[in-house]
C-alpha cells in the first residue's frame, strides 16, 4: 500500500472498530503520561505494557493473529524511554532547585535592610548559575538522544510487535520509511486538533477526545500496517 492507502486503511479500521479504539485510545494516553509523571518508572512501564496493548488492538480490528516478540519490543522501547525519562527527570530537578532557589531569594529579600545586602546576596548566588545551563544542556540532550534512538528503533520496536523481528537491531532505511508516515499523519492531525483547539471553552475538550478516538489509534495503525509490509 502507498501512503495514502495505509492513512485510508488505519481511518477505516478505527471508524469500523469504534469501541476497541476509544478503550486503546484511553489506555494509550493513560500509558503516555507515565512517561511524564513517573520517572524512570513509567518508561519501565510503558514499555512493558504497550507492546501487548497494541498487539491486543491490532489483532482485534485487522483479525489477524500475530505471535509478537515481547522481550525484542521491551528492549527496543526501554531504550530511548529510558533516555527520555532521565533527560526530563535532570530538567525537572533543575528548575525545581531554581524554584526553591528563587522563593529562599526572595524570603531573604524581604528581610534585608540595605542594597549593599542585597547586591552580595545575588553575587553569592551567582556561581550557581553554570551548573543550572549546563543540567539544562545535558538533560536536553538526552532527550534528543533518546528521539533518534526512538527514530532508528522504530522497525525494531514495530516488527517485534509484529511478530517480524526476533532480535533488538537497528534497520535505518525501514525505520525512517515508518518516521516520515507517522510524521506526516502526526503534522496533518496536529494542525487540524490547533484550529479546533481555538474553538471557545470545549476546544481543548474535544481535542482531547479526538486524540483518544481517533489519532492516537490510528496513529499506531499506520506504523503497524507500514511496518508489516517492509
Do not use: C
Not at 509523571?37 to 507492546?51: E, N, T
Not at 537491531?169 to 520509511?177: N, Q
Not at 510524521?183 to 482531547?208: Q, R
Amino acid at each position: 500500500m502507498g501512503l495514502l492507502e495505509t492513512y485510508k486503511k488505519s481511518i477505516d479500521l478505527v471508524k469500523d472498530h469504534i469501541i476497541e479504539s476509544i478503550i486503546y485510545g484511553i489506555l494509550f494516553y493513560i500509558l503516555q503520561g507515565l512517561l511524564f509523571l513517573l520517572p524512570i518508572i513509567g518508561a519501565i512501564i510503558f514499555s512493558y505494557l504497550y507492546p501487548r496493548l497494541t498487539k491486543w488492538y491490532y489483532s482485534k480490528v485487522t483479525g489477524e493473529n500475530i505471535n509478537p516478540d515481547h522481550k525484542t519490543s521491551f528492549l527496543s522501547l526501554l531504550i530511548p524511554n529510558l533516555l527520555f525519562s532521565i533527560g526530563i527527570t535532570i530538567i525537572l530537578v533543575v528548575l525545581v532547585s531554581i524554584l526553591v532557589q528563587l522563593g529562599l531569594t526572595f524570603t531573604n529579600i524581604l528581610n534585608i535592610n540595605n542594597l549593599q545586602q542585597l547586591i552580595l546576596m545575588s553575587l553569592s548566588n551567582f556561581h550557581l548559575l553554570p551548573y543550572v545551563l549546563l543540567g539544562i544542556v545535558i538533560g536536553i540532550i538526552i532527550i534528543i538522544v533518546s528521539g533518534i534512538m526512538w527514530l532508528l528503533l522504530l522497525y525494531s520496536i514495530y516488527g517485534s510487535i509484529l511478530g517480524k523481528v526476533n532480535k533488538l537491531s537497528i534497520d535505518a532505511e525501514k525505520s525512517l520509511t515508518l518516521f516520515a508516515y507517522w510524521l506526516l499523519f502526526y503534522i496533518i492531525a496536529d494542525i487540524i486538533l490547533l484550529i479546533i483547539g481555538k474553538i471557545p471553552l470545549l476546544g481543548s475538550i474535544i481535542v482531547i477526545i479526538l486524540n483518544i478516538m481517533i489519532v492516537y489509534p490510528a496513529l499506531n495503525l499506520i506504523l503497524l500496517l507500514k511496518a508489516k509490509e517492509l
